[in-house]
């Protein structure tokens, strides 16, 4: 190993990095984004009625009721 050896850092983690340290905010911002759409209280009523109004799909569903 070279007495100046540096661990290898590829393209896209640099430009990562320097993402970061130019917006601080950039990982608060992407977690609020996240929490608009995915982290929310399930409704279980509605989720069990949708479950049981599902209907099951056919082996192919390609294939015609036409005999």
Do not use: C, N
Not at 14 to 29: G, M
Not at 44 to 64: E, I, M, S
Request: proline content about 6%; aromatic content about 12%; overall charge positive.
């Amino acid at each position: 190993m070279p007495l100046f050896w540096k661990p290898y850092k590829s393209d896209v983690t640099q430009f990562i990095d320097q993402l970061k340290a130019q917006r601080p905010t950039l990982e608060a911002e992407q977690r609020a984004g996240r929490a608009l759409l995915w982290d929310r209280e399930q409704d279980r009523v509605a989720q069990a009625g949708f479950d049981a109004a599902r209907v099951a799909q056919k082996p192919y569903v390609y294939q015609t009721d036409d005999k």
